[in-house]
T-cell receptor
Framework: NAGVTQTPKFRVLKTGQSMTLLCAQDMNHEYMYWYRQDPGMGLRLIHYSVGEGTTAKGEVPDGYNVSRLKKQNFLLGLESAAPSQTSVYFC??????????????FGPGTRLTVT | AQSVAQPEDQVNVAEGNPLTVKCTYSVSGNPYLFWYVQYPNRGLQFLLKYITGDNLVKGSYGFEAEFNKSQTSFHLKKPSALVSDSALYFCAVRDRGEGDMRFGAGTRLTVKP
């Protein structure tokens, strides 16, 4: 099992450019999440998905869009990057929380710098 | 809405001494509580969780945590620290009735030889 993988590992963007971060999991998890990690602020939830074809907003969704066309993949898009989006982005997945006690499994992260 | 506080940005202990990393939470209902660890340039790894039952929860790598409902705390402990325990530790809470998990800001643990 590869677990949760993220592509790319690093990226530098100029203000106004767009990009897509890809997250893939091979654990057949229903739930998937995108977080950003900033110094002193812990992890903040951007968007999440409770299943294929569904997405929902988290704590800090502005400036981001997501799609879950396949159960194993969860894409995070930045349409017009801003310096405030410089961060480390983590994808995670978990079993269906009917079940909210299931722990999340995290990918290795993507370090994004917007200049 | 749920929230988590980790009152210490940094905890320093000597190898072989006991360690405690503090966490307090706020939820409207009953909580699920989690501890995660993050090593440099890595994603978070699950350590342990409290769901229900025994207030003392044992997890990976010799860590344990005690759920205290009256003090709304879930402190992480280890009887004897190792240098390899040095990392960033995150406490997280989820209200049983809601989907979001909220993370604390993290506590950097440094264990000195």
């Amino acid at each position: 099992n590869a677990g949760v993988t993220q592509t790319p590992k690093f990226r530098v963007l100029k203000t106004g450019q767009s990009m897509t971060l890809l997250c893939a999991q091979d654990m057949n998890h229903e739930y998937m999440y995108w977080y950003r990690q900033d110094p002193g602020m812990g992890l903040r939830l951007i968007h999440y998905s409770v299943g294929e074809g569904t997405t929902a907003k988290g704590e800090v969704p502005d400036g981001y869009n997501v799609s879950r066309l396949k159960k194993q993949n969860f894409l995070l898009g930045l349409e017009s990057a801003a310096p405030s989006q410089t961060s480390v982005y983590f994808c995670a997945s978990s079993y269906s929380p009917q079940g909210a006690f299931h722990e999340q499994y995290f990918g290795p992260g993507t370090r994004l710098t917007v200049t | 809405a749920q929230s988590v506080a980790q009152p210490e940005d940094q905890v320093n202990v000597a190898e072989g001494n006991p360690l405690t990393v503090k966490c307090t939470y706020s939820v409207s209902g009953n909580p699920y509580l989690f501890w995660y660890v993050q090593y440099p340039n890595r994603g978070l790894q699950f350590l342990l969780k409290y769901i229900t039952g025994d207030n003392l929860v044992k997890g990976s790598y010799g860590f344990e945590a005690e759920f205290n409902k009256s003090q709304t705390s879930f402190h992480l402990k280890k009887p004897s620290a190792l240098v390899s325990d040095s990392a960033l530790y995150f406490c997280a809470v989820r209200d049983r009735g809601e989907g979001d998990m909220r993370f604390g800001a993290g506590t950097r643990l440094t264990v000195k030889p």
